[in-house]
């Protein structure tokens, strides 16, 4: 069984920064590319940013600049340095990773985690 868990949101003002690591854990042979996306209530989830197992790095529009998105394959985890956050970087952040479980490759998600940029 893989899971993925997610850990640092919270609450921060407009400016601050917060950096979110997923951790994936179980039975897991292989992990390719690992991503960020987030979503408000009403909207779809849309992508933030995605990283290859060879670091190549890829980010949506809105937050090119101010994100960057890291992985640590020895300890099978993925980061999203957040700076200079925005009160519409407002959303649960969810983190996927497509795997290799031994017996097939799969998409993987988070439970999600709140971020919540205000003054």
């Known amino acids: 069984q893989v899971q993925l868990v997610e850990s640092g949101g919270g609450l921060v003002q407009p400016g601050g920064s917060l950096r979110l690591s997923c951790a994936a854990s179980?039975?897991?042979?292989?992990?390719?590319?690992m991503g960020w996306y987030r979503q408000v209530p009403g909207k779809q989830r849309e992508l933030v940013a995605t990283?290859?197992?060879?670091?190549?790095?890829n980010y949506a529009d809105s937050v090119k600049g101010r994100f960057t998105i890291s992985r640590d394959n020895a300890k099978k985890t993925v980061y999203l340095q957040m700076n200079s956050l925005k009160p519409e970087d407002t959303a649960v952040y969810y983190c996927?990773?497509?795997?290799?479980?031994?017996?097939?490759?799969?998409?993987?998600w988070g439970q999600g985690t709140q971020v919540t940029v205000s003054s």
């Open positions: 996927k990773a497509d795997i290799n479980n031994w017996h097939q490759r799969s998409d993987y």
């Open positions: 179980g039975n897991i042979f292989s992990i390719y590319t």
């Open positions: 990283i290859t197992r060879g670091d190549t790095t």
